[in-house]
């Protein structure tokens, strides 16, 4: 299991999760954080181009292909079943905070984006909650911020998660 703290970015499709995380890896990026991130999909996805070499390996029946060059690696590979947060996590390396989007059912603690021209109700229980990113004023019992609140936000994880030894 992963001793690097991971927090999960829950809402609601088109509640600007996607968004939100940009501007908070960007903030925490200026704070020299190192940041992972883990985007879950529910269905297959594509990552490698048809006819490029790896996707020709991995059509021959490569069960795992690494691609690499001097600034970046990318392991694909097949699994037998969906893999555990905790199992992706695993993979990501040595950052000093992994931060998800999906996997809102997780046992992760989680900050929830919520717009309210989405939805006038909250994904998540307040319990399963250590912060909420809203344009309404919620009183829950944590922390409230401001959808365009990215360095609010990033004080807050600084403070509860991360640990930086440098």
């Known amino acids: ?9 829950a809402g609601t499709s088109g509640t600007g999760k996607t968004t939100f995380l940009e501007k908070l890896i960007r903030e925490l990026k200026k704070r020299k954080i190192t940041v992972g991130t883990i985007k879950h999909h529910d269905h297959d996805f594509e990552i490698d181009k048809p006819g490029k070499d790896t996707w020709r390996h991995a059509q021959a029946g490569a069960d795992a292909v690494a691609l690499s060059s001097p600034s970046k ?20 390396g040595k950052v000093d905070i992994i931060l998800v989007e999906g996997y809102k059912r997780s046992d992760k603690p989680k900050i929830e984006i919520h717009r309210t021209a989405h939805s ?18 919620w009183q829950i019992g944590v922390p409230l911020f401001d959808l365009e609140d990215a360095s609010g936000v990033a004080d807050l994880l600084l403070e509860k998660f991360v640990t930086v030894c440098r």
């Open 1 to 9: 299991m992963s001793t690097i703290p991971v927090v999960v970015l």
């Open 120 to 137: 006038r109700e909250l994904l998540c229980a307040p319990e399963e909650l250590i912060a909420l990113v809203s344009d309404a004023d």
């Open 73 to 92: 690696v990318a392991l694909i590979r097949k699994v037998e079943e969906e893999l555990s947060l905790d199992q992706v996590a695993e993979l990501v």
